[in-house]
């Protein structure tokens, strides 16, 4: 549990240190989409991973605060699915990769459920 508290508490301090660049405002020329997505796929599972802990916990607490970046994801999605976005070189450059990380970031659930 220490170590999913650490990761978590490093996923928030990276994530604002992150929005501080303003990287989500920066051309897609300057972006990467695939590690963007993994971005908005990480979002995405602290959702789940509230239902998955007691709420009383510091795991839950950080969990909830990661959700409140929601709209990172959603803006990181609504960027990349640009046509203009998409014709940029880096799009290009890791097209095949990009693909994927899109598919499962617009369906999380598809790919992060517990079996």
Not at 2 to 20: F, G, K
Not at 23 to 31: C, I, Q, Y
């Amino acid at each position: 549990m220490d170590l999913l508290i650490e990761v978590l508490n490093t996923a928030l301090l990276s994530l604002e240190l992150s929005l501080a660049t303003g990287f989500l405002e920066k051309p897609a020329s300057m972006r990467l989409s695939f590690r963007e997505f993994g971005l908005s796929i990480g979002l995405k599972a602290a959702e789940r991973l509230l239902s998955l802990i007691e709420s009383n916990s510091e795991v839950y607490t950080l969990a909830k605060s990661l959700t409140g970046y929601k709209w990172i994801a959603e803006k990181i999605e609504g960027f990349w699915l640009n046509p203009s976005s998409m014709k940029s070189s880096s799009w290009w450059a890791h097209k095949d990769i990009s693909m994927v990380m899109l598919a499962t970031s617009l369906m999380p659930d598809e790919f992060l459920g517990v079996y």
